[in-house]
Nanobody, 118 residues
Framework: VQLQASGGGLVQTGGSLRLSCVAS????????VGWYRQAPGKQRELVAL???????YIEDSVKGRFTISRDNAKNTVYLEMNSLKPEDTALYYC?????????????WGQGTLVTVSS
């Protein structure tokens, strides 16, 4: 699976962005897809994840502000980000094709930069 993330940019505190992750490959619709982020000097963290059945996980620090959704017909997963804070500034990656053997995703997008100004 090849992934293309987009939608990042510069936004003021309180603003909104919608990230998109477009995937190639027919297995996309049955697999979990995750959005991760990595801020400078920090470890990568899982922000949100959506399963093939539509169930989802949202990390506590963004719960109530971020929403993950998918459009299987378009092979696209979205991360809607509202009420953005400076601490949300990071490089955001999408990932897909979960590998049970390694407990990690096999495929990663190139990342899209989100910068929230105070």
């Amino acid at each position: 699976v090849q992934l293309q993330a987009s939608g990042g940019g510069l936004v003021q505190t309180g603003g909104s962005l919608r990230l998109s992750c477009v995937a190639s490959g027919s297995i996309f619709s049955i697999n979990a897809v995750g959005w991760y982020r990595q801020a400078p000097g920090k470890q990568r963290e899982l922000v949100a994840l959506i399963n093939g059945d539509g169930s989802s996980y949202i990390e506590d620090s963004v719960k109530g502000r971020f929403t993950i959704s998918r459009d299987n017909a378009k092979n696209t997963v979205y991360l809607e980000m509202n009420s953005l804070k400076p601490e949300d500034t990071a490089l955001y990656y999408c990932a897909a094709d979960w590998d049970v053997a390694t407990s990690d995703f096999r495929s990663w997008g190139q990342g899209t930069l989100v910068t929230v100004s105070s």
